[in-house]
């Protein structure tokens, strides 16, 4: 059974730093391409950062670039997304995802909210 596992949300200041780790089960992880995603309320999910898998190539939204990093340890089979200089608009549900061609796979997703 394949299982994506989301932590490290939680409330932060703006200015401030968190780190999400997306620990996967069940697949060959350094197959995989990765990703972040994130969704606030009434808005669509959309990309925020992307990690291809062999010779890895990164790609990050306009909004976050600069501030945000994504990484993966294959040995741990874990995705992290380093989040710095916060900001409230980027308060949200954030999601991991795994893909191999046509198959992909979600995490259940972890709250990011910035707020003082």
């Known amino acids: 059974q394949v299982q994506l596992v989301e932590s490290g949300g939680g409330l932060v200041q703006p200015g401030g730093s968190l780190r999400l780790s997306c620990t996967a089960a069940g697949i060959i992880f350094s197959n995989y391409n990765l990703g972040w995603y994130r969704q606030a309320p009434g808005k669509q999910r959309e990309l925020v950062a992307f990690m291809t898998n062999g010779v890895t190539t990164t790609t990050y939204s306009d909004s976050v670039k600069g501030r945000f990093t994504i990484s993966r340890d294959n040995a741990k089979n874990t995705v992290y997304l380093q989040m710095n200089s916060l900001k409230p608009e980027d308060t949200a549900g954030y999601y991991c995802?795994?893909?191999?061609?046509?198959?992909?796979?979600w995490g259940q997703g972890t709250q990011v909210t910035v707020s003082s």
């Open positions: 995802r795994a893909n191999l061609g046509t198959t992909t796979y």
